[in-house]
């Protein structure tokens, strides 16, 4: 699975199947596939109801860009009047399309759009250009001949502001834009212009998913200020203190870590103003909503728990025994878990226990979640399996509470020669893994199997043709290495017995 991009009304998966990459779209009814047979080179952006491609080709020596939207289950192509010359960096915002134009001799200038179904074109901007980038109802231009920076707003074409001597941030974070430069910090947002200076110089600037984090030099460590989307001001958060920053949390939490002598993490709750200092020792593998937490004491080594993150120290509700994974997905309660009596499965974090989903991929590859997301109201899981193709289920209603009669809507259909659909560079496919009884084995060509234990010594040796299943029920847990020799060289791969 390559990504998962989803607006009001479809969902779109892109994955890898024999060698090249597939689109599924489908709004829960139908399904349609899109192959890269002839758009090789593709990106998808959604806006709030429709499904564009933008597609990247080489003639000559010389790269071009045309714009595709998705319509009745077919791409259909724009066409742009662009007075002769090449459209370039396409930004889409509803059915407005800006971009760059590029004259003969390979140069960027002047900013366009067009609204689809008309011909006229429509300047923002003349002059030699760097770059143009969009966020959320905003357009960042890199201009050549003038002020460095133009922000637009993409709904309405209004200029909002220019700059000089300052950059945009890499990314931005829903519609807020952010720009710094050596001791300045600008915020565009909801149509307002927030500027800050500072009396140091600013280290970097870098969006999360509640808001834009500014890091800023300091005599004894470094100085923290966040912009909050919620309350839409430049807040400080730490002041000369050794901490840097680890990753966003659930809802208003961001979780840092103190380098300094008594090495800790800390987390600031945005929405109470409140700092908790975490033990030392307690390394925080990630934040959840409902105010818990995955933590596990690096000193004791101990399995990884769960904590309620309440009062003035955190509370161990329960161990999560045999757990196995902690992939980001959108929804981040729901996690992969294996357990010895039900093997690999999907379990969502609850307070005071785990919900164990039943085994909702159908095929002999077991749970291997790509991505847990939000689409039409609802919570859907998805997963692409080499026997039954891309699967999606919807797993509830917001309330995440789960039922019985949980759907199962197969977006692909069944593959039988599960085997001829590898992809070229996968030459050795194991699950599941980890493994609690019998271990399948994939291979595009036949071969000798060997398994190391973890001292190295050979537990099992066979040869094997395209398809193989083992018993490893007699396997102690641990960690061990398979090793398949064959017609396409040597492969290793590191298996888990539980």
Not at 198 to 210: A, G, H, K, L
Not at 222 to 237: F, N, Q
Not at 371 to 391: D, I, M, N, P, R
Request: hydrophobic share 35%; charged share 25%; proline share 5%.
């Amino acid at each position: 699975m390559e990504r998962v991009v989803t607006n009001n009304r479809l969902a779109l998966f892109e994955l890898s199947v024999s060698g090249k990459i597939v689109g599924i779209v489908t709004d829960l009814e139908k399904v349609w596939e899109i192959d890269n047979s002839q758009y090789a080179q593709r990106e998808f952006r959604a806006t709030s109801n429709d499904l564009f491609m933008i597609h990247s080709s080489v003639k000559n020596g010389i790269g071009y860009s045309t714009v595709y939207k998705f319509e009745n289950g077919d791409l259909k192509l724009i066409e742009l009047n662009k007075g002769g010359a090449d459209a370039m960096e396409h930004q889409i915002y509803d059915n407005r399309i800006y971009y760059m134009l590029r004259s003969s001799a390979g140069y960027l200038h002047d900013i366009c759009y067009t609204d689809i179904g008309s011909d006229k074109v429509n300047r923002l901007f003349s002059g030699p250009m760097s770059y143009l980038l969009r966020r959320g109802d905003y357009l960042i231009a890199g201009t050549m001949s003038g002020p460095d920076v133009k922000i637009y707003k993409a709904s309405t074409a209004e200029l909002l502001g220019e700059f000089t001597d300052i950059y945009p941030v890499d990314a931005t974070t829903s519609n807020a834009v952010g720009l710094w430069g050596k001791r300045e910090a600008v915020i565009v947002h909801n149509d307002r212009i927030i500027s800050q200076k500072f009396t140091e110089d600013i280290e970097f600037s870098s969006p999360v998913p509640q808001g834009i984090l500014i890091k800023v030099k300091s005599n004894t460590g470094s100085s923290w200020y966040i912009y909050e989307l919620k309350r839409g001001k430049i807040t400080e958060l730490a002041k000369d203190q050794t901490i840097d920053f680890s990753n966003a949390g659930a809802g208003d939490q961001l979780l840092f870590y103190d380098s300094g002598n008594n090495r800790h993490q800390v987390l600031f709750d945005l929405a109470k103003q409140k700092r908790f200092d975490f033990p030392t020792g307690l390394q925080i593998v990630k934040t959840m909503p409902g105010e818990l937490a995955i933590a596990y004491d690096v000193f004791d080594n101990t399995a990884p728990a769960v904590y309620a993150l309440e009062g003035s120290a955190p509370v161990k509700m329960y161990d999560l025994i045999d757990w196995y994974d902690s992939p980001s997905f959108g929804q981040v309660n729901y996690t992969p878990f294996s357990t010895k009596a039900r093997g690999f499965e999907l379990v969502r974090i609850d307070r005071d226990s785990l919900y164990h989903f039943p085994e909702i991929i159908k095929g002999p590859e077991g749970a291997t979640i790509h991505e847990v997301f939000h689409f039409k109201g609802s919570v859907y899981a998805t997963a692409f399996t080499y026997s039954k193709g891309l699967q999606v289920w919807k797993m509830d209603e917001m309330n995440l509470i789960p039922d019985d009669d949980d759907e199962l809507p197969v977006t692909r259909p069944e593959i039988p020669d599960h085997v001829s659909n590898l992809p070229d560079n996968m030459h050795l496919n194991v699950y599941p893994n980890p493994a609690v009884g019998e271990l399948n084995i994939d291979l595009k060509e036949g071969g000798l199997i060997r398994i190391l234990d973890p001292r190295g010594f050979e537990k099992l040796k066979v040869t094997v043709g395209k398809s193989k299943r083992l018993d490893m029920r007699n396997f102690p847990p641990g960690q061990y290495m398979i090793i398949y020799s064959g017609a396409n060289g040597q492969v290793v791969k590191k298996i888990v017995k539980l």
